[in-house]
């Protein structure tokens, strides 16, 4: 039992010790060393409230101190300083500067061969020198590097970074660079910094995309994966990870297209797969999902299409993979890339057959081409196509204008007496001879009345009228009536005066003739006496 005791007392002592160590340096020291000499009682006086001041012994701690002159003696108030303090100073000690990270920032995304790569570095020390290199990263094999120059800005005020240049040469090989600048600091150390990716390739417009089906395909069938703004003739692999829907390799067109034939095999599972795109030039690569099923499914809807502001339409299906589960029903913009609207959820399919569900298409629905699609989380099982016409608008009828009547100016009449109004201008002489009628038309007409020509009675020799019903004129023979004419033609229009041989004036015409005979016997003897007198 002295042995159990004396052993936990020396672990017990073992363990006080460091406490009782880092008590001791925290505590501030209690020796009258510490104690201003100025203010320092006398040896035996006593102190204020009367307690007297213990006397130096030569074993007392007052004994222990330092001699005049020492350091301690000098400064009676220093002391070592404490674990705390220690740290608190290295704190707030002043630390060397730090050198801002080195950026390098690109112009361009892709360059071509024979073309400049032109950027800014940030962050470099002017007064050093410092290294740019643009270098291949894919292939990386083999090693492809470029020596670039770094020059100051020549604006005004300059700014902080440096110009980069990287002229490249026209052979140049393609593939995917950055460019890294490296610098030392001051004190030796070396600071690097390094650029986006930019890619050396052989055409002005490098941005590589591609698409797949929207819908499922069934195992034995074939699907085209498409792409564009790749490197014209620069081959792209496509890849799907399965034998049993095996991949190749494609080759873009003089415009940057390409359109590759997936096939699937007939015994190809149903499931989602990945198809991996890369183009070998710059090892740029991008990934889609294709569904394979079984199953051939078909979507149908009573109404496809509607005018804007909404309409109501059912949704039905059949062909769907065997079994009973839910899908839902989404509205597609007219590519089947982008969601519109969710249309109904948790729609029942029961022995391969999409249950008739009415849906709604909203009226916020924009003008256009859309799709329905069968959906089970991003697969696309199904779809029909649906359309929106813009609202009808009612024009009204344009009023016509009314028309402007031009007001023609009049001349005023002159106000001054003595000026005489302009005289009007005279009205011209039409000479016309008109002969004065002997009779009366109108009372001819009544004694000659038109002839019938609606008569239907034909001669048997197929003569136009078998009887003349017009009455003979008196004292004209029956062959001076007017000639027949055919049935049904127009009725002529009467002559403005009838004429009538019988009643013509002959002694006017004697008249006439005599009193001529005689003018021209007067001219004779006139011209004859004036012959006679001029001789």
């Keep these: 039992m002295l042995r159990v005791g004396l052993a936990t007392l020396a672990v017990g002592a073992l363990l006080a010790l460091p406490i009782a160590a880092a008590h001791a340096s925290d505590a501030p020291a209690a020796s009258p060393a510490a104690v201003s000499p100025a203010a320092s009682p006398m040896p035996g006086a006593p102190v204020s409230g009367g307690t007297p ?34 740290a608190a100073q290295t704190a707030t000690a002043p630390s060397a500067p730090v050198a801002p990270p080195i950026t390098v920032n690109l112009d361009q995304a892709s360059v071509q061969p024979g073309e400049t790569l032109t950027g800014t570095v940030d962050g470099l020390d002017a007064t050093l020198p410092a290294q740019a290199t643009l270098t291949r990263t894919y292939p990386a094999k083999p090693s492809v590097t470029l020596d670039c120059t770094l020059s100051p800005q020549t604006t005004t005020p300059p700014p902080a970074g440096q110009k980069l240049s990287c002229v490249l040469p026209n052979n140049q090989a393609q593939g995917t660079y950055d460019v890294v600048v490296s610098q030392n600091d001051a004190n030796g150390k070396p600071r690097t910094g390094a650029s986006g990716t930019v890619y050396v390739v052989k055409t002005s417009s490098y941005d590589p995309r591609i698409s797949g089906p929207t819908l499922p395909i069934a195992p034995g069938t074939s ?216 009779t009366d038309p109108f009372a001819q007409l009544g004694k000659n009345p038109l002839p019938d020509l609606n008569s239907s009675t034909t001669t048997p020799t197929g003569g136009l009228v078998g009887k003349d019903p017009t009455p003979v004129t008196p004292g004209a023979t029956p062959d001076s009536s007017p000639a027949p004419t055919t049935q049904n033609a127009p009725v002529a229009a009467a002559p403005s005066q009838a004429s009538n041989t019988s009643e013509f004036l002959w002694w006017l015409l004697i008249l006439v003739a005599l009193i001529a005979i005689v003018a021209g016997l007067a001219g004779g003897y006139f011209l004859a006496a004036a012959n006679r007198s001029a001789r």
Excluded: C, M
């Design 53 to 86: 001041a213990p006397t130096a012994t030569p074993n007392s701690p007052a004994a222990a101190t330092p001699a005049s002159g020492s350091p301690a003696a000098a400064s009676p108030a220093a002391k070592a300083p404490t674990l705390k303090q220690a």
């Design 223 to 438: 699907t085209s994966i498409k792409g564009a703004g790749f490197v014209p003739g620069g081959d792209i692999t496509v890849s799907t990870g399965s034998f049993l829907l095996p991949g190749g390799t494609a080759t873009a067109d003089a415009q940057g297209n390409f359109d590759f034939a997936l096939t699937s095999s007939p015994f190809t599972n149903e499931g989602q797969y990945i198809v991996n795109v890369t183009d070998t030039l710059t090892g740029v690569s991008a990934q889609l999902s294709i569904y394979v099923l079984r199953a051939n499914a078909v979507l149908n809807s009573t109404i496809n299409t509607g005018t804007k502001g909404g309409y109501t339409t059912e949704i039905s299906g059949n062909g769907f993979s065997a079994g009973k589960y839910t899908l839902d029903l989404t509205l597609y913009t007219s590519d089947g890339t982008t969601v519109v609207s969710q249309l109904a959820q948790n729609v029942s399919v029961n022995n391969a057959t999409l249950a008739s569900t009415s849906v709604k298409i909203p009226a916020s629905t924009p003008a256009g081409l859309y799709q329905i699609a069968a959906t089970s989380g991003s697969a696309r099982l199904a779809a029909t196509w649906i359309a929106v016409f813009p609202e009808p608008t009612v024009t009204a009828p344009i009023a016509p204008a009314t028309p402007v009547i031009p007001i023609i100016p009049v001349t005023p009449l002159p106000t001054d007496p003595a000026v005489k109004a302009p005289e009007p201008a005279p009205v011209p002489l039409v000479h016309q001879i008109i002969g004065a009628p002997n």
